[in-house]
């Protein structure tokens, strides 16, 4: 079955995460994505977590968000390779880049250059803060981001002070807007004929993923301070639990919820208890009620809580490391982690994240070794195996 993207062909700049994980979700669903990179190789393909992987410029970073993409290189320094670029844009759908603003321009290949070229190329711009505003040519990254948004000024405990998220969030949630804005340039294309730049700013898509803390203020005046692990219904009930040998973390939100919980555990006696009357009463009561919840949990171990409580009707969770919940039966009788065959033995990597009827998101082949493709890239663009030969003398690929 045709995947949604086929057909799409993609000449993708972008390093690092935020813009490979967009142009990533587009290779997934089918489009021809060509990566371009510089000929030594972008840094995360020697991330320093695998010394065997960063060797083989395949660290685990870096596959995980370059599978189905082909692999170019290019010397954008030398006019060879921008008559390369040009080219090639003639011919594609996106171009997909996330260097600090401006720098494309300066080799003669930013949006308007390539869209006098090519009138329906879209063009995606991933940067820290945008095209435009005061602070376009700083530089974004994910930390910055994090501490710059508000995410981490919510995120943590009022005793230990602020924390990161425990992954690049503002990264991969940037890198998904711009996938979305692609797909929604390509679809207003199909109606107007015309392509178009698309600004993506990491700045205003982690706000946009606020919306409601930034509602919160704007609408009712609350300012946001360090949660810890409680949610964001500010739920007694909906926070981290000590229980027999570690934690849960109980999402008990609702009235049945509650009633669903205290009688799994055993403490039917708090529901008419007046200090826990209703949730400004269990609030104002925290500590107390914290301390019977946890008496209780204490009998059993987390896992077996889990599924107590839930065949309860009171959603929770046990504590699962990543290692762990990617064979869990939810997980394995979904297919969400994809298995592929590679040289290396056989490998599993995150697919998509969303199913489709038909044509959905698939692994088709591994993140690709540096420059594996260009031959069959500038074979595509007419040039024969002497001027390929040339080409390399010349060090311009």
């Avoid at 972008?14 to 030594?40: M, N």
């Avoid at 370059?66 to 011919?91: F, H, Y």
């Avoid at 759908?93 to 390539?114: Q, S, T």
């Avoid at 038909?358 to 082949?365: C, N, Q």
């Amino acid at each position: 079955m045709t995947r949604p993207f086929e057909g799409v062909k993609i000449l993708d700049f972008t390093q690092v995460l935020a813009g490979p994980y967009a142009s990533y979700q587009l290779a997934l669903l089918g489009a021809d994505v060509i990566k371009v990179e510089r000929r030594e190789g972008e840094d995360m393909r020697r991330t320093p977590l695998s010394r065997e992987w960063a060797e083989r410029g395949l660290a685990p970073a870096f596959q995980a968000v370059n599978g189905n993409k082909r692999s170019l290189t290019l010397d954008l320094q030398k006019p060879e390779a921008i008559a390369i670029v040009r080219k090639l844009a003639s011919q594609v759908d996106v171009v997909m880049e996330n260097f600090r603003p401006g720098v494309m321009d300066k080799l003669g290949i930013g949006y308007e250059a390539l869209s006098a070229i090519n009138p329906r190329l879209v063009y995606c711009a991933v940067s820290g803060f945008g095209q435009t505003g005061p602070d376009r040519l700083r530089p974004g990254y994910d930390g910055k981001m994090q501490a710059l948004s508000g995410i981490m000024a919510i995120t943590g405990h009022p005793e230990t002070g602020p924390t990161r998220a425990g992954f690049a969030v503002c990264d991969v949630l940037s890198g998904a807007t711009a996938a979305f804005g692609v797909s929604s340039a390509l679809y207003q294309r199909d109606r107007t004929g015309k392509g178009q730049l698309i600004d993506v700013s990491m700045l205003e898509a982690t706000l946009a993923f606020l919306s409601g803390q930034v509602a919160d203020w704007s609408v009712a005046g609350h300012r946001q301070t360090l949660s810890g692990n409680q949610a964001v219904s500010r739920r007694t009930t909906a926070n981290l639990f000590k229980c027999g040998d570690g934690h849960i973390l109980l999402a008990v939100n609702n009235e049945k919820q509650y009633r669903a919980l205290m009688s799994a555990l055993g403490r039917e006696d708090t529901l008419t208890d007046p200090r826990f009357a209703d949730w400004f009463a269990r609030n104002e009561n925290e500590p107390a009620l914290r301390a019977i919840i946890e008496e209780a949990l204490a009998k059993r171990p987390a896992r077996e809580w889990e599924t107590i409580l839930e065949d309860a009707g009171a959603p929770c969770a046990s504590i699962w490391k990543v290692e762990e919940v990617i064979d869990h039966p939810q997980v394995r009788a979904r297919g969400a982690i994809q298995e592929l065959d590679t040289p290396y033995g056989r490998l599993r990597f995150a697919g998509s994240g969303f199913k489709l009827a038909h044509g959905g998101g698939r692994l088709d082949r591994m993140a690709p070794e540096l420059g594996a493709d260009t031959d069959a890239v500038l074979g595509e663009l007419g040039f024969d195996a002497a001027e390929i030969v040339g080409l390399r003398a010349r060090e311009v690929v």
